[in-house]
């Protein structure tokens, strides 16, 4: 029983940490362009999205 | 075409300096200003497909100065780039992505609209809801395995904890829904999804409260989650939809060049044209305002405003259409009516009073729901009613109807309608059909009549060369290198015609109303018109085919070295298309405004029985509307600005991507491929989504049969009911994927399609860019 006091905040706190990361990558413009990702995996020069998308939102 | 080769276009851009993404104050003004310094421009770039594509385009447009950052958009075919206005010119920007291989395209300036924020809310709401049903999942799979007392308050309160505010942030848009359409006095299906939601919410506080066994808050929760899949989708479809249609070229003029009395020019806005204005237009543009040429002769092309197939002659004294196409030569036009009152606008009015049909109809989600909630409300107060007089007990009863409305929540009814138009809108926009709405496939599976246009939707819109009947592949080939470096569409075909992009090395010019002439080291070249080609002799030796409307020649010094014969043709698989439209039962009929003799050879060629040629964009209308008058559902397929009333007056209407902006924005479905099987296809497609649907309003029926006397009857615990409604919801979205598969129109694989298409767009009327 004493275990569940520790699972249970443990469990919902790694949900949430999932949910909080979605709203990032979504926030941060990730999914806007889900065709170019899959093709610019294969571009060798790709830096990161880069600073300048923020300026971009 | 190979990948990221500059295609054929690139010699004909030679030919067309002023188009709106040369110009420098049009593609500023479709730019955002970022505040400091720097401004973004959003353009098309309608063929980018690749890794190489992305990084031509990034890198040509990164090797600039002026330029800060800019990125492509594989899947909305977008580039985004942020610059510096004061360090170059923002023509420089198209020119490069032109330079590098790439067609572009200015869109409109970017708006964050209303809908975009909407979906991007609703796609938290789905992320919030789904972390909530699947942790409030976990605690209520473990009550019902067999916690105890103690245990199970516990985690009846840690799924209250998640529950409340969860259902606080996700439910808005039913919430609000709902309320919505209760201030107007009606009920519509989130009036009861918003009420189950809220009321099994709160009832399982109360128990919680009271350390009762069965609560509710999973049914609650998961329930939004499934909702809000279904709404999310409908969404996703709509903005691809809208996106997709964006990106079609913009064809109505932007600005207008004013040529003041001393002889200067200006560039200004299309709504402050005045009546008696001058206006410069060149060759390649569209005129503005309704008006008279004053200077200049040229050729004109009207397909897109009457209907008539080939291009007129203009001389001063000739009266414009707005919309209409000037081919060749420049001219000046003085305007006669403001924009407001010309051709277009009027047509614009003719629509709106057309809309008749349409607004009248009620989507088949909401008749249901008409009949649904007040039902499903009936039902809960019965049971409650019931219980509390019979038993006594009024917290049982309380509890009793509460379940029939969570049990009776319209999650599969819900998902009935937007399930079966999501599958189908994907399914159509692979086949390269953007459906506007759902709506839209509701009335085009009730369709029972298909009216075609002539040119431009059974036709092309633009001629192509039938046959070189004079003269051999040497004249052909010199043919295409001049017909590259014209506008007219004439040229465009006999470039495409003649194969290969090289254009003609010497001196050129156009002579306005005849024809392309070319000088080299040996002598003269001229392709044209057969007088001025001196072709009349050569022509009575060779004959051409009869179903030819006009043919261009190539002479040299003088004498006549070959003859091209030209025809507006039909699109690939009309004729197939027409056929299996009778042979489906449809009623085909064909509306012009070209003339009799014309309309009537293309529908004996097509098999089209009920004909009628030399039709005013106000007799299509009345064409259609005393056809609905016998009872008649209406599809209009159709692409000029003369279309655009009938295409609203319709009960449901298509137009090809090449239409005029205002036909596409009136029609429903837009078809990007040059086939015109896309109209047997989406009817086909809308009947069995009009099947799927009802299929699923059974099915949700059947399960109601069952699950309400059920809940009725106080059987149903937070199990059953959990089960239930993951069941129904599934059941109805799977059957809805039913119509991923079968149309044959849709999955016959054409090995040609690629290359057709490709083409089709290079000879399509518009200046290619």
Same mark, same amino acid.
């Given at each position: 029983?004493?275990?569940?006091?520790?699972?249970?905040?443990?469990?919902?706190?790694?949900?949430?940490?999932?949910?909080?990361?979605?709203?990032?990558?979504?926030?941060?413009?990730?999914?806007?362009?889900?065709?170019?990702?899959?093709?610019?995996?294969?571009?060798?020069?790709?830096?990161?999205?880069?600073?300048?998308?923020?300026?971009?939102? | 075409?190979?990948?990221?080769?500059?295609?054929?276009?690139?010699?004909?851009?030679?030919?067309?300096?002023?188009?709106?993404?040369?110009?420098?104050?049009?593609?500023?003004?479709?730019?955002?200003?970022?505040?400091?310094?720097?401004?973004?421009?959003?353009?098309?770039?309608?063929?980018?497909?690749?890794?190489?594509?992305?990084?031509?385009?990034?890198?040509?447009?990164?090797?600039?100065?002026?330029?800060?950052?800019?990125?492509?958009?594989?899947?909305?075919?977008?580039?985004?780039?942020?610059?510096?206005?004061?360090?170059?010119?923002?023509?420089?920007?198209?020119?490069?992505?032109?330079?590098?291989?790439?067609?572009?395209?200015?869109?409109?300036?970017?708006?964050?609209?209303?809908?975009?924020?909407?979906?991007?809310?609703?796609?938290?709401?789905?992320?919030?809801?789904?972390?909530?049903?699947?942790?409030?999942?976990?605690?209520?799979?473990?009550?019902?395995?067999?916690?105890?007392?103690?245990?199970?308050?516990?985690?009846?309160?840690?799924?209250?904890?998640?529950?409340?505010?969860?259902?606080?942030?996700? =439910?808005?848009?039913?919430?609000?829904?709902?309320?919505?359409?209760?201030?107007?006095?009606?009920?519509?299906?989130?009036?009861?999804?918003?009420?189950?939601?809220?009321?099994?919410?709160?009832?399982?506080?109360?128990?919680?409260?009271?350390?009762?066994?069965?609560?509710?808050?999973?049914?609650?929760?998961?329930?939004?989650?499934?909702?809000?899949?279904?709404?999310?989708?409908?969404?996703?479809?709509?903005?691809?939809?809208?996106?997709?249609?964006?990106?079609?070229?913009?064809?109505?003029?932007?600005?207008?060049?004013?040529?003041?009395?001393?002889?200067?020019?200006?560039?200004?806005?299309?709504?402050?044209?005045?009546?008696?204005?001058?206006?410069?237009?060149?060759?390649?543009?569209?005129?503005?305002?309704?008006?008279?040429?004053?200077?200049?002769?040229?050729?004109?092309?009207?397909?897109?405003?009457?209907?008539?197939?080939?291009?007129?002659?203009?001389?001063?004294?000739?009266?414009?259409?707005?919309?209409? /196409?000037?081919?060749?030569?420049?001219?000046?036009?003085?305007?006669?009516?403001?924009?407001?009152?010309?051709?277009?606008?009027?047509?614009?009015?003719?629509?709106?009073?057309?809309?008749?049909?349409?607004?009248?109809?009620?989507?088949?989600?909401?008749?249901?729901?008409?009949?649904?909630?007040?039902?499903?409300?009936?039902?809960?107060?019965?049971?409650?009613?019931?219980?509390?007089?019979?038993?006594?007990?009024?917290?049982?009863?309380?509890?009793?109807?509460?379940?029939?409305?969570?049990?009776?929540?319209?999650?599969?009814?819900?998902?009935?309608?937007?399930?079966?138009?999501?599958?189908?809108?994907?399914?159509?926009?692979?086949?390269?059909?953007?459906?506007?709405?759902?709506?839209?496939?509701?009335?085009?599976?009730?369709?029972?009549?298909?009216?075609?246009?002539?040119?431009?939707?059974?036709?092309?819109?633009?001629?192509?060369?039938?046959?070189?009947?004079?003269?051999?592949?040497?004249?052909?080939?010199?043919?295409?290198?001049?017909?590259?470096?014209?506008?007219?569409?004439?040229?465009?075909?006999? =470039?495409?015609?003649? /194969?290969?992009?090289?254009?003609?090395?010497?001196?050129?010019?156009?002579?306005?109303?005849?024809?392309?002439?070319?000088?080299?080291?040996?002598?003269?070249?001229?392709?044209?018109?057969?007088?001025?080609?001196?072709?009349?002799?050569?022509?009575?030796?060779?004959?051409?085919?009869?179903?030819?409307?006009?043919?261009?020649?190539?002479?040299?010094?003088?004498?006549?070295?070959?003859?091209?014969?030209?025809?507006?043709?039909?699109?690939?698989?009309?004729?197939?298309?027409?056929?299996?439209?009778?042979?489906?039962?449809?009623?085909?009929?064909?509306?012009?405004?070209?003339?009799?003799?014309?309309?009537?050879?293309?529908?004996?060629?097509?098999?089209?029985?009920?004909?009628?040629?030399?039709?005013?964009?106000?007799?299509?209308?009345?064409?259609?509307?005393?056809?609905?008058?016998?009872?008649?559902?209406?599809?209009?397929?159709?692409?000029?600005?003369?279309?655009?009333?009938?295409?609203?007056?319709?009960?449901?209407?298509?137009?090809?991507?090449?239409?005029?902006?205002?036909?596409?924005?009136?029609?429903?479905?837009?078809?990007?491929?040059?086939?015109?099987?896309?109209?047997?296809?989406?009817?086909?497609?809308?009947?069995?989504?009009?099947?799927?649907?009802?299929?699923?309003?059974?099915?949700?029926?059947?399960?109601?049969?069952?699950?309400?006397?059920?809940?009725?009857?106080?059987?149903?615990?937070?199990?059953?009911?959990?089960?239930?409604?993951?069941?129904?919801?599934?059941?109805?979205?799977?059957?809805?994927?039913?119509?991923?598969? =079968?149309?044959?129109?849709?999955?016959?694989?054409?090995?040609?399609?690629?290359?057709?298409?490709?083409?089709?767009?290079?000879?399509?009327?518009?200046?290619?860019?």
């Amino acid at each position: 029983m004493s275990g569940l006091l520790a699972l249970i905040p443990i469990a919902l706190f790694l949900g949430a940490l999932g949910l909080v990361a979605f709203l990032w990558s979504l926030r941060s413009g990730q999914y806007e362009d889900m065709e170019g990702a899959a093709h610019r995996i294969l571009d060798d020069d790709e830096g990161p999205i880069s600073e300048e998308k923020q300026k971009s939102e | 075409m190979s990948c990221c080769a500059p295609g054929v276009e690139a010699g004909a851009a030679l030919a067309l300096q002023n188009t709106p993404e040369a110009d420098d104050d049009t593609l500023l003004a479709a730019a955002r200003d970022l505040g400091d310094g720097t401004c973004q421009l959003e353009l098309g770039v309608p063929d980018v497909h690749c890794a190489t594509c992305i990084r031509t385009i990034e890198q040509g447009l990164g090797g600039l100065d002026m330029v800060e950052h800019a990125r492509v958009n594989l899947s909305t075919k977008r580039v985004r780039v942020t610059f510096d206005p004061k360090k170059g010119a923002p023509s420089k920007l198209t020119a490069t992505v032109r330079q590098s291989g790439h067609r572009v395209m200015l869109l409109d300036a970017i708006v964050e609209d209303e809908d975009a924020k909407k979906l991007s809310h609703l796609v938290r709401a789905l992320a919030v809801s789904g972390f909530a049903a699947g942790n409030i999942m976990l605690f209520s799979v473990s009550v019902w395995a067999g916690a105890d007392a103690a245990t199970r308050d516990l985690f009846h309160w840690v799924s209250a904890l998640i529950a409340i505010p969860a259902v606080g942030y996700s =439910g808005q848009v039913f919430f609000r829904s709902a309320i919505g359409a209760l201030r107007h006095g009606r009920l519509n299906m989130d009036v009861p999804i918003a009420l189950a939601v809220l009321l099994s919410l709160i009832m399982s506080v109360f128990e919680t409260a009271r350390g009762a066994e069965n609560t509710y808050f999973d049914a609650s929760i998961t329930l939004l989650f499934f909702l809000l899949i279904g709404r999310t989708l409908d969404h996703m479809m709509r903005e691809k939809a809208r996106g997709a249609v964006k990106n079609l070229a913009q064809m109505a003029p932007r600005r207008a060049v004013l040529v003041k009395g001393d002889g200067t020019r200006e560039a200004i806005a299309i709504a402050d044209i005045e009546p008696g204005m001058e206006l410069a237009i060149t060759a390649g543009q569209r005129v503005p305002v309704d008006g008279e040429v004053k200077t200049g002769v040229s050729e004109a092309d009207v397909s897109l405003v009457t209907g008539e197939a080939a291009p007129e002659t203009i001389k001063p004294g000739s009266e414009l259409l707005s919309g209409t /196409l000037v081919l060749t030569g420049a001219i000046t036009l003085v305007a006669k009516q403001r924009a407001e009152q010309s051709f277009l606008a009027r047509m614009i009015e003719l629509m709106e009073a057309a809309e008749g049909s349409r607004a009248g109809y009620r989507r088949i989600a909401d008749r249901a729901a008409e009949i649904y909630a007040p039902a499903v409300h009936l039902l809960a107060l019965i049971a409650f009613l019931g219980w509390g007089f019979i038993s006594g007990d009024w917290h049982l009863a309380t509890i009793i109807a509460i379940a029939v409305l969570i049990i009776t929540c319209p999650c599969a009814l819900a998902l009935a309608v937007p399930m079966v138009h999501i599958v189908a809108a994907g399914r159509l926009f692979e086949a390269g059909i953007v459906m506007k709405d759902g709506a839209a496939l509701e009335r085009m599976g009730e369709a029972g009549h298909v009216v075609f246009d002539k040119t431009g939707t059974l036709t092309q819109g633009a001629p192509s060369v039938t046959e070189q009947f004079f003269g051999d592949a040497a004249a052909l080939s010199m043919a295409g290198k001049l017909a590259r470096l014209s506008a007219h569409p004439f040229s465009k075909a006999l =470039g495409i015609f003649a /194969l290969g992009d090289d254009v003609f090395a010497g001196e050129t010019h156009e002579v306005a109303g005849q024809g392309i002439e070319g000088k080299d080291e040996d002598g003269i070249w001229r392709l044209g018109k057969k007088e001025w080609c001196n072709g009349a002799e050569a022509a009575t030796q060779a004959p051409r085919n009869a179903m030819a409307q006009s043919e261009v020649w190539l002479s040299y010094n003088g004498n006549p070295v070959a003859a091209f014969a030209l025809a507006d043709a039909p699109r690939p698989d009309a004729r197939i298309a027409i056929e299996a439209l009778v042979a489906a039962g449809y009623e085909v009929s064909l509306l012009s405004g070209d003339r009799i003799g014309a309309v009537e050879k293309l529908a004996a060629e097509l098999g089209i029985k009920n004909v009628r040629g030399e039709m005013t964009p106000a007799d299509k209308v009345a064409h259609i509307q005393a056809l609905q008058a016998e009872g008649e559902n209406v599809l209009m397929v159709g692409d000029g600005i003369n279309d655009a009333p009938a295409l609203r007056a319709a009960n449901v209407s298509m137009a090809p991507a090449s239409a005029a902006d205002v036909g596409r924005s009136a029609a429903d479905f837009i078809f990007t491929r040059n086939s015109l099987t896309a109209v047997p296809a989406t009817l086909e497609l809308a009947r069995k989504a009009d099947k799927g649907v009802r299929e699923n309003f059974a099915l949700a029926l059947v399960y109601n049969i069952v699950a309400v006397p059920l809940a009725m009857a106080g059987f149903v615990t937070p199990l059953i009911a959990a089960l239930a409604m993951s069941t129904s919801s599934v059941l109805v979205t799977v059957n809805a994927l039913k119509l991923r598969f =079968g149309n044959p129109w849709l999955t016959k694989r054409r090995p040609t399609s690629r290359a057709s298409s490709s083409r089709a767009e290079i000879s399509h009327p518009e200046p290619a860019q």
